[in-house]
């Protein structure tokens, strides 16, 4: 579940995505202290702080999840991942969420002037302490992401690629590559095309005839045959789900039983691109 519209609605409304998105087995939580500006909200941090208000209130719920944030960017600068900076930011997610430690703590984008073992040291501190349990990337190329890992005690848990069958780019640049060589697990977001794949703009119409003609055959939705798209590939990638529809995370829950062979994932990557494979 992808909380980056986690926003502007009443808390029960929230909550019911939660208990919906967790009785589903969707038990990872993705959030980011950036979240609340855009999407009908009006602050930094606003979204860890409704999941937050959200856990506080209903006892045992925190336990049922895999709860992810991520820092890095600062509005105006834009990123800053300095040891003081990502250490503050990483304590004030805390604060919000009201929770003692943070399962996976990602760094958002990738700050060009941060020295990658100035970072390490201060997620390893995070760590140590018992902050944070583990650690990823979100947007890193995976020469950036090398770097920090050649600097870090413990392996790198997650990356979080943009990935949809809209935008193929981790399969092309060596991300999906790094996840299987080091058992790192990719998640995907937008793997909608930020809903592009499922109003049908702005993308190659070969493409939403493939997706079109797998629903039917599957007996499922277009959207429900992209997030089976994501699933397919050997990374094993985890399809972050950002609708606040409890009944669209219901319809979008049978993408994991949906089967796509071979052909019908090479089907997709042509239609995506526009042109036959070699």
Same mark, same amino acid.
């Given at each position: 579940?992808?909380?980056?519209?986690?926003?502007?609605r009443p808390?029960?409304?929230?909550?019911?995505?939660?208990?919906?998105?967790?009785?589903?087995?969707?038990?990872?939580?993705? +959030?980011?202290?950036?979240?609340?500006?855009?999407?009908?909200?009006?602050?930094?941090?606003?979204?860890?702080?409704?999941?937050?208000?959200?856990?506080?209130?209903?006892?045992?719920?925190?336990?049922?999840?895999?709860?992810?944030?991520?820092?890095?960017?600062?509005?105006?600068?834009?990123?800053?991942?300095? &040891?003081?900076?990502?250490?503050?930011?990483?304590?004030?997610?805390?604060?919000?969420?009201?929770?003692?430690?943070?399962?996976?703590?990602?760094?958002?984008?990738?700050?060009?002037?941060?020295?990658?073992?100035?970072?390490?040291?201060?997620?390893?501190?995070?760590?140590?302490?018992?902050?944070?349990?583990?650690?990823?990337?979100?947007?890193?190329?995976?020469?950036?992401?090398?770097a920090l &890992?050649?600097?870090?005690?413990?392996?790198?848990?997650?990356?979080?690629?943009?990935?949809?069958?809209?935008?193929?780019?981790?399969?092309?640049?060596?991300?999906f590559d790094?996840?299987?060589?080091?058992?790192?697990?990719?998640?995907?977001?937008?793997?909608?095309?930020?809903?592009?794949?499922?109003?049908?703009?702005?993308?190659?119409?070969?493409?939403?005839?493939?997706?079109?003609?797998?629903?039917?055959?599957?007996?499922?939705?277009?959207?429900?045959?992209?997030?089976?798209?994501?699933?397919?590939?050997?990374?094993?990638?985890?399809?972050?789900?950002?609708?606040?529809?409890?009944?669209?995370?219901?319809?979008?829950?049978?993408? +994991?039983?949906?089967?796509?062979?071979?052909?019908?994932?090479?089907?997709?990557?042509?239609?995506?691109?526009?042109?036959?494979?070699?």
């Amino acid at each position: 579940m992808g909380c980056w519209r986690f926003l502007a609605r009443p808390d029960e409304e929230l909550k019911a995505v939660l208990d919906t998105g967790l009785d589903l087995g969707m038990n990872l939580v993705d +959030t980011a202290d950036i979240y609340g500006l855009g999407w009908g909200g009006k602050a930094f941090g606003e979204a860890e702080e409704n999941l937050g208000r959200i856990l506080a209130s209903a006892p045992g719920l925190r336990d049922r999840m895999v709860l992810a944030t991520k820092g890095g960017i600062v509005p105006g600068v834009p990123y800053n991942s300095g &040891a003081e900076a990502i250490t503050a930011a990483c304590e004030a997610s805390l604060r919000r969420l009201q929770t003692d430690a943070i399962d996976l703590y990602q760094i958002h984008r990738p700050d060009m002037l941060t020295h990658p073992a100035e970072l390490a040291e201060a997620l390893s501190s995070l760590r140590t302490a018992g902050k944070i349990r583990e650690v990823g990337v979100s947007n890193f190329r995976p020469r950036q992401h090398e770097a920090l &890992a050649a600097h870090l005690p413990f392996a790198l848990a997650s990356t979080q690629p943009e990935y949809s069958a809209a935008n193929l780019a981790p399969l092309r640049d060596g991300t999906f590559d790094l996840c299987m060589r080091n058992g790192v697990v990719p998640l995907a977001w937008s793997p909608l095309g930020g809903g592009r794949l499922t109003e049908g703009r702005d993308v190659r119409q070969e493409l939403l005839a493939v997706l079109d003609r797998l629903a039917e055959r599957e007996d499922v939705d277009r959207a429900t045959i992209a997030i089976a798209f994501v699933l397919a590939h050997p990374a094993k990638p985890v399809a972050l789900l950002g609708t606040q529809r409890p009944e669209r995370l219901a319809t979008l829950a049978a993408a +994991t039983e949906v089967h796509l062979d071979r052909s019908d994932v090479y089907d997709i990557i042509e239609a995506s691109e526009g042109q036959r494979l070699p």
